[in-house]
């Protein structure tokens, strides 16, 4: 670090673990006579206003000895009236107790923080080289980040910049770590809360021809665009989740999901992890360098909208699962199944007739990242159907001699500085693939309703079957059971036969023509016939009756099995070879 200025200092201090508190001490030369402070409301990469300064309490300031006025001007910026040109120091306390890969957590067993969460933006020296200095680890407790180190000191680190400190989230603990390399460039992974039974070389091995395929994809056989990586996962109970950064990437999965020693094959749990380490690390070009023009620079303040989510998240989403087949991780047979489940979840989304991927973009902030018992009605996921709609660009790019690849690797060359916006999209689609093809994707992204996915994967030596949906898909139900809750209905589908049926999410399912349920399997029996049925339910302590008939909304009651088409003509076959390798 070069910068004559004197650094941002951050003091995180673990000595209230056990509550679930972080004491910041921040240090600030220079300070302005009327010094403003403020929390970020949202972090890059969850487009939600989160308002983290809602956990940060007891904030005081000192200067030369003296105590200093703080005073809060909204929700989330404090003002320190300062004179004179001693150090100012403010501190605080931050409340976390969060295990997602969002914000921050500590406990006695282990921490995470986002800077985000904990360390406020001394206004005017946001380009200042940011120090951060961890204090009070408790006995054999490690720190892992990408974070630079700070020359000299023992768990000290140093940013270029407050938009790069709070681009490198921590993990404190006693975690598993192990390493390897990919591209020329050092990796590292660290687990915390797996079991005794992990088997970390595996994880390794995986993750490595990830990353292998990846920074070949972007690079051939240059390096990639850091010098280190680092994973930094958290194995729970129940959880799910990733948060892409630009040398690291924060995950949360099942601890069940994690592969266990002496464990073969591939099973579903493990499978949703590599697709989901994949997924974040095509962010580190993805979204974290390439970006939308509007991201260029971020405002910490507030929302900042995008119509382009369908591409930063929908593309990435394609490419995560198509890097696992291309690492050689799964066979094709096994990537296409992947691609019908997508494909059937989308086609079980009312709401794709209601919003397009570009309006899903836009609406993150409140629809997305909100989701309530009416999002199937209502919107559609950029990251789904942005999927679908990668794959369908990719297949007629193929056809037109070119593929995605080079589109996203011509983007990588002529997008960086400028950010990307989506006429740059389209005049690039329009040079490879023509302007028909750049004419149907903006058809794609900006229509509603279903993709024209059948031919084009027929053209690509994949077998279609149509089966019917799951019943309660066909009906309109999303469902969910529980011991104490019963069979409740979660979601009614708009247009569906359990909304003609006048169903409601809340209602609990007690009986199908007269006989009792208690769980899903049991309604099954009584529902799958087509035979109209009477219910039994409860609403608001309640007990009505209802009539449910077969009908409603035809797509809802079919779903699509892919597979490698056995005897493809000669064309698709040879489409197929330079699409999935086979
Ligand atoms: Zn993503």
Redesign the pocket.
Known sequence: MTNPLAPVQYRVDLADAAAHRYRVTLTVRDAAPEQLLSLPVWIPGSYMVREFGRHLSGITARQGGRERVVQPLDKTTWQVATSGRAALTVSYEVYAFDTSVRTAFLDDRRGFFNATSLCLRVHGQEARDHQLQITGLPAGWDVATAMPALAGARHGFVSAGYDELVDHPVELGRFWRGRFEAGGVPHEFVVAGAWPGFDGERLLADTRRICAAQIAFWHGRGKPPFGRYVFLLNAVEEGYGGL?HRASTALLCNRRDLPRTGQAGMGEGYLTLLGLIS?EYF?TWNVKRLKPREFLQFDYSRENYTRLLWFF?GF?SYYDDLMLRRAGLIDSARYLKLIARTVNGVRATPGQQVQSVAEASFDAWVKYYRPDENTPNSTVSYYTKGSLVALLLDLHLRRAGHSLDALMRRLWKVALRDGVTEQLLLDEVATLGGPAVAEALRGWVHGRGPLPLDEALVAAGVHLAHEPAAWATALGLKLSEGALTGVQVKSVLRGSAAEAAGLSPGDELLAVDGWRIRRLDDARQWVADGRPCELLLVRDQRVRTLTLRAGGDAALGQTVALSPEASPSDAARAMRRAWLGD
């Open positions: 892409e997924h962010h998240e990435t």
